[in-house]
């Protein structure tokens, strides 16, 4: 998914965005809470993970503006506090989960699955759609119990579409969610990573449609039908 890191340590941001980015997320690091909170108020993100000892804005602040402006995108906080009072009062803020530092990059990358899992309002990491199975644990796809070959940018795309099944995504949408900010893909990108992901789902229960001028919509439909 789009992640969002706001981490003034740079070595540890950058480390936790090398790791999300190696399964195929799209992520940004900023240093300031501040500067986060700018962006915040006109990009969307799937979900943010948070330090709270932030310059320009504390992870605390950021987090309370956020959710005044009901903003409802999940939030994750890193903190070195393990006090359960400051617990209790990051989850009452408005906090949807946190992890204590230091942490193990495993449970960090659970975390993350749970929580835009959470967010697409699947129950487990193993879903079933018409005849194809996805598995966000190993980031596997299996069309009629056969695995199917997939990079992680398609299995990324695979679950925008699954996430807004019914719902036209134009290429901006798309884009947003697939790439970090400093990419820069090229005019027919998306079109290129859509066939791809249709051609390896050929024989799959996804339809991919294509509106020109406007989008992409995608909707489960059995062919056995």
Request: proline residues 2%; hydrophobic residues 40%; aromatic residues 6%.
């Amino acid at each position: 998914m789009r992640i969002l890191v706001v981490e003034d340590t740079q070595v540890l941001g950058q480390a936790i965005c090398e790791r999300l980015t190696s399964l195929g997320h799209g992520v940004d690091l900023i240093g300031d809470g501040k500067r986060a909170d700018e962006l915040l108020k006109y990009q969307t993100v799937d979900l943010i993970l948070l330090d709270l000892n932030l310059p320009g804005l504390s992870g605390l602040q950021l987090l309370q503006k956020l959710r005044q402006r009901d903003d409802a995108t999940p939030v994750l906080i890193l903190t070195a506090r393990d006090q359960i009072e400051d617990r209790i009062r990051l989850l009452d803020e408005g906090a949807d989960d946190y992890l204590t530092k230091p942490f193990d990059f495993g449970e960090l990358e659970a975390r993350c699955r749970a929580l835009l899992r959470r967010k697409q309002g699947y129950a487990t990491n193993i879903t079933e759609h018409g005849n194809i199975l996805v598995n966000r644990d190993s980031r596997q796809v299996f069309v009629n119990n056969e695995l199917t070959a997939i990079t992680n940018r398609e299995f990324r795309l695979l679950e925008i579409f699954l996430g807004h099944l019914g719902r036209v995504l134009s290429k901006d949408e798309i884009t947003d969610h697939l790439f970090n900010f400093d990419e820069t893909p090229g005019p027919n990108a998306i079109e290129l990573y859509v066939g791809r992901l249709r051609k390896k789902l050929a024989q799959g229960d996804l339809v991919i449609s294509t509106l020109r001028g406007i989008g992409y919509v995608a909707e489960i439909t059995s062919k056995a039908q």
